[in-house]
């Protein structure tokens, strides 16, 4: 047996004829029992990456992934008021099957008219029906939201008087993609500075295999969200997963709040939470680190931080 304390196969022995006990002893009857073999705790997969989870094993700093099970709230989704399929009620009673304590609509702003953008007036129209909706779909929390465009150069797709009634404002790029780096930092920087902004969506911009991340500086953007205390969102989307593993390693590192939301367009887009979960697991993410693990009342306390 070596240093390790693996088994080693006596010399001249045929490892084919070795009995089960040391079998087990060279290999470990399970992956668990492998770990152990070797003196480790067990790495969950989502972290054999090669970035310090052994030396993290040998620590005993190996983090507490965060679980499907931990999320209890969706952050951005979209309904028939912009490209949804189906109504704010219907969404609502889908995220309250799921066991959400909380849930925010975010159909998209006026910039976006070929979506039907929310213009100020038909936000307006749209806070009504919520009302109507908190009450008849009693159990959850509906949130007075919407994703507000990054204009070119970097003001918010809408006034400041609807931004300050929003309960969370969520704020994205959809539009000039082949800024360059130093352009589209200082959009993004501009708009996250808003003291309105609670939420940077898809921070990057990427669809997978069919656009390429959007050139900004990605770690000077974490940064500045870090002091403003503005999350950054994980897009759950299987299609975006941005942002991507490694910025969700930093973003932990610089202690950046990270939300996890489907985007989703429809209820069964809700599903792809579980897509979101993992990415932030591959990240190492704990339960501390993301934000809509937090309570009800925990939750809309943070959302009240600048008050």
Known sequence: MNEWGVFRVPDGADPRTLGKEEGERLAGDSEEGVYDV???????????????????????????????????????????????????????????????????????????????????????EQWVELDEVRERVKGIELLRSCEIDILREGELDMPDDILEELDLVV????SFMDQDKKTMTERVLKAIMHPTVDILAHPTGRIINRREPFEMDVDTVLEAAAELSVAVELNANPNRLDLSDVHVHRARELGV?????????SPRGLLDM?????????????VGDVLNTKTRDEFMAWVRRRA
Not at 171 to 174: A, I, K
Not at 275 to 286: I, T
């Open 171 to 174: 704020v994205s790029v959809h």
């Open 257 to 265: 709040p990270v939300v996890i939301s489907t985007d989703a367009h």
């Open 274 to 286: 579980r897509f979101g979960v993992d990415q932030a697991r591959r990240g190492w993410l704990e």
């Open 38 to 124: 070797l003196g480790l705790p067990w790495v969950p997969p989502e972290l054999r990456e090669n970035r310090g989870e052994v030396e993290a094993a040998l620590g005993g700093t190996l983090p507490n992934l965060v679980t499907l099970e931990d999320i209890k709230g969706d952050l951005q989704m979209h309904s028939t008021w912009s490209d949804g399929k189906v109504s704010v009620e219907d969404m609502a009673i889908a995220c309250r099957n799921l066991g959400y304590e909380y849930m925010a609509v975010t159909d998209h702003s006026q910039v976006m008219a070929m979506v039907q953008g929310l213009t100020p007036e038909r936000a307006r």
